[in-house]
């Protein structure tokens, strides 16, 4: 224990010995014919504390120190010597009456710094890692629940606090609690609703509850023993064994959770997790809206590894993606094994854009890395995903497969990249998500090459035309989300094309978007282009990023 530290705890046990003899006075047992000596002495008290607190770095004690020292100031004036016995009684009972909160607050604040201190000379609690266990103590009693909560934090927990049931309810829709104290006695509300509103959400009905009550009766433990409560704890109690009850319960809970939910090769989250938790991030985003995107991820070739190497090989490899992945993500977002190879993961607050770019900045990071090494070997992969912002009305289970199918295409067009869903649409005939079509209408064979090259880093499906009648068959017979027309081009120029397709009585034509391109800057041109139809207008040469953000503009907004 440091010098600073003795000082403190010197001056918090004479004040606990002081606090003794002041407890008759709050507690209402003061003999009104010690109401002198006991208001001076209080008096006396309260003037020492003030001044010895804040020079100990004791500052809140303090400061309540001074509250107390000024209701009980006229015990120390001169003046008060002449009051009559009834009017010193009258003083004394109002002083009582006015500081009565305050001195219980010191009182709360003696006990947790003196507490704090021996805590840190003996070490003998075991610390809890804070960042991990998130606890939420609900209880009408704001000098109680502050008690509680204090106690809590200096194990090492984090604590939230609700002072009555709807609190509790709003707090818990905003928050992950890993425990939960609840108080039966309370006001508007009683405590035993708040077993109904945790059985009642799929995302709540796992979290421990201890109650701690004033009751005693046994009819009373069994109806919460019933209704879900996993402990009982009848006040007054002590601190260490309430911490004690929860620190087995969170343990048991973490043993539970490693053998129900944990994929015992890799860690993470296995399969039935990954469903309640994607099931839970959707009420979520429902009941506060925001943006939430799902990943999800196939290792390429991985059965080529098995097959070379053997599954220990596999086995390292998916190891090896598994920390590459807990490592490289935010500790909000959500990862876990599916099964095989396939990895979900899940990115709050992260539109699909946005979790495209944290995903593309994984794969580019392990390509050229090795992900594992093992009996001298070294063992490098890349992967495809599939990316589906949440659109506000889809079940998890469509949710998933849809980002199942981006990643199937991904696979398709050969492997090692990542597709979002906007760049994908869903074929009316059969149900499944395919790439967007884009049309490109262009005679000069590098252009073409160059423009389809880019379509294809986007993630749509580009199919060529070298010239105008080509161009138009093809955009009658079947389905473009986009057609990009050179304005000069043999047998039928662009804008020709635009006029004839414009013709066309067919609903797939009249939804295509059409960019029109041409070295010509005359304006009428340009106007003719847009009175035909055209959605946009690029001079050549332009930039690809150009192009790009104009295809985008009109195939993904």
């Known amino acids: 224990m440091t010098r600073r530290d003795k000082s403190k705890h010197l001056f918090l046990q004479e004040m606990s010995k002081q606090m003794k003899s002041l407890d008759m006075l709050f507690l209402g047992d003061g003999l009104q014919s010690e109401a002198v000596r006991q208001s001076v002495e209080a008096h006396r008290f309260f003037h020492s504390w003030k001044g010895s607190a804040p020079v100990l770095g004791l500052v809140d004690i303090g400061l309540l120190a001074i509250k107390l020292e000024l209701e009980w100031r006229w015990a120390g004036d001169a003046d008060s010597c002449a009051l009559e016995q009834s009017e010193w009684v009258a003083k004394f009972q109002e002083a009582c009456r006015a500081s009565l909160p305050y001195y219980q607050q010191i009182d709360l604040e003696r006990a947790l710094r003196l507490k704090e201190i021996e805590r840190s000379d003996n070490n003998h609690r075991v610390q809890q890692p804070a960042k991990e266990q998130r606890l939420l103590v609900v209880d009408d009693d704001p000098i109680l629940r502050s008690y509680l909560a204090q106690n809590l934090r200096l194990d090492g927990y984090q604590v939230d606090e609700a002072g009555n049931v709807e609190a509790a309810k709003t707090k818990l829709r905003q928050n992950t609690y890993h425990l939960v104290t609840l108080d039966l006695i309370m006001e508007p509300t009683m405590g035993y609703e708040l077993f109904e509103f945790l059985k009642q959400d799929i995302s709540l009905k796992w979290i421990p509850?201890?109650?701690?009550?004033?009751?005693?009766?046994?009819?009373?433990?069994?109806?919460?023993?019933?209704?879900?409560?996993?402990?009982?704890?009848?006040?007054?109690?002590e601190m260490d064994e309430l911490v004690a009850r929860i620190a087995r319960i969170l343990a048991r809970m973490t043993e539970f959770e490693v053998m129900a939910f944990r994929d015992p090769l890799t860690g993470l989250y296995n399969r039935r997790y990954i469903d309640n938790q994607v099931d839970m991030e959707i009420k979520r985003v429902q009941r506060n809206p925001a943006p939430l995107s799902i990943c999800f991820l196939d290792i390429d070739r991985f059965k080529l590894i098995n097959d070379t190497y053997g599954h220990q090989a596999g086995d390292v490899v998916l190891q090896g993606l598994a920390r590459k992945l807990q490592s490289a993500l935010r500790t909000s977002d959500f990862v876990g094994r599916y099964g095989?190879?396939?990895?979900?993961?899940?990115?709050?607050?992260?539109n699909a854009e946005q979790a495209r770019s944290v995903m593309e900045n994984i794969l580019f990071?392990?390509?050229?890395?090795?992900?594992?090494?093992?009996?001298?070997n070294e063992y490098k992969i890349t992967?495809?995903?599939?990316?589906?912002?949440?659109?506000?009305?889809d079940e998890a289970i469509e949710w998933l497969c849809k980002a199942d199918s981006v990643m199937y295409q991904a696979k398709q067009d050969g492997r090692d990249r990542i597709y979002i869903e906007s760049n994908m649409i869903r074929d009316t005939s059969s149900g499944i998500i395919v790439k967007k079509r884009v049309l490109i209408a262009e005679d000069d064979e590098v252009m073409r090459t160059i423009i389809v090259s880019l379509m294809t880093s986007l993630g749509y499906n580009p199919i060529e035309a070298a010239d105008g009648e080509v161009a138009y068959e093809l955009l009658k017979n079947e389905r473009f989300d986009l057609a990009l027309i050179d304005v000069i081009m043999p047998n039928m120029d662009g804008l020709t094309l635009l006029d004839k397709i414009r013709n066309e009585d067919h609903p797939n034509i009249k939804l295509m978007k059409k960019i029109v391109f041409s070295t010509n800057k005359d304006e009428q041109d340009i106007h003719r282009a847009f009175s035909l139809g055209a959605d946009a207008f690029l001079h050549k040469p332009f930039s690809l990023d150009e192009l790009e953000m104009k295809v985008k503009q009109l195939l993904e907004n």
């Open 365 to 376: 990071s392990i390509r050229d890395v090795p992900i594992a090494k093992s009996e001298g």
């Open 209 to 237: 509850l201890i109650v701690l009550s004033g009751r005693n009766d046994l009819p009373d433990k069994v109806r919460c023993f019933r209704l879900g409560a996993d402990d009982y704890i009848t006040k007054p109690f």
């Open 383 to 393: 992967f495809s995903a599939g990316i589906v912002e949440y659109a506000g009305k």
């Open 340 to 350: 095989g190879e396939e990895f979900i993961v899940i990115l709050p607050e992260t």
